[in-house]
């Protein structure tokens, strides 16, 4: 059953925060990224390419970790468990609002060797478990 994500932690979900993902290795050991982020609902959304570890990972066990911390608030944190949905579909659209959230640069005029490097994938979380003081 999804969890539901408290008014505070969208709030903060809305801004151009960092989150930390972690995904399980073949060997059972944690990979982490941090990454851009945006709320859609309740569920996280972040974007990746098709060939990154994170999404080799992803498809063998969907099992995430999200981790997120206010840069003013260093002990307050929300840990968000769920599991990873994929989809190509949207996922330039995804990488260039996120790009413009963090930036106010189109992601080609912010990052302009990778947005075309490999094909974007749209990361989608449901909350399983929410954990921390957000």
Request: without cysteine.
């Amino acid at each position: 059953m999804p969890a539901e994500l408290s008014s505070k932690l969208k709030e903060l979900l809305d801004t151009p925060v960092f989150i930390t993902v972690a995904t399980v290795q073949p060997d059972g050991s944690p990979q982490v990224s941090p990454v851009w982020v945006k709320r859609d609902g309740n569920d996280v959304l972040f974007s990746t390419t098709v060939n990154r570890r994170k999404t080799k990972n992803m498809e063998r066990d969907p099992r995430v970790s999200i981790v997120l911390q206010p840069a003013d608030s260093p002990y307050t944190y929300a840990e968000i468990r769920g599991e990873a949905l994929m989809t190509t579909e949207g996922g330039q659209e995804l990488i260039d609002e996120l790009s413009v959230k963090y930036t106010g640069k189109a992601y080609a005029d912010f990052n302009a060797h990778a947005a075309t490097d490999s094909e974007r994938v749209v990361v989608r979380v449901t909350p399983q478990r929410v954990l921390g003081s957000l």
